[in-house]
């Protein structure tokens, strides 16, 4: 079992950067490739990014390629996801998970684990 807790959302204007962070405990962090996901009102869940378990490989849904990086600590247990240059677009929940799966899963159901989401609200 692994539990996944997010933190650092908030409100930004747009243009304006954050970072969220993804705590896990539980069983041994590097065991997992994490992902970031994101859900806006009415919308379903979307990838966003993924890093491989030791955080040499990550991959990125393509409308954020550029202005979002995924990094993670394994000594810490934590995953990052550093935005910038935010976009209204950007609003909506973000989640992290956590996947047993081999490179860096794309596909929620991928995934074994979810935090309970922080929000992200960029004004205009």
């Known amino acids: 079992q692994v539990q996944l807790v997010e933190s650092g959302g908030g409100l930004v204007q747009a243009g304006g950067s954050l970072r969220l962070s993804c705590a896990a405990s539980?069983?041994?962090?590097?065991?997992?490739?994490m992902g970031w996901f994101r859900q806006a009102p009415g919308k379903e869940r979307e990838f966003v990014g993924a890093i491989g378990k030791s955080g040499t490989s990550t991959y990125y849904t393509d409308p954020v390629k550029g202005r979002f990086t995924i990094s993670r600590d394994n000594t810490k247990n934590t995953v990052y996801l550093q935005m910038n240059s935010l976009k209204p677009d950007d609003t909506a929940v973000y989640y992290c998970?956590?996947?047993?799966?081999?490179?860096?899963?794309?596909?929620?159901?991928?995934?074994?684990?979810w935090g309970q989401g922080t929000q992200v609200t960029v004004s205009s």
């Open positions: 539980g069983r041994t962090f590097s065991g997992y490739a």
């Open positions: 998970a956590a996947s047993t799966g081999l490179g860096t899963p794309r596909n929620k159901n991928a995934y074994n684990y």
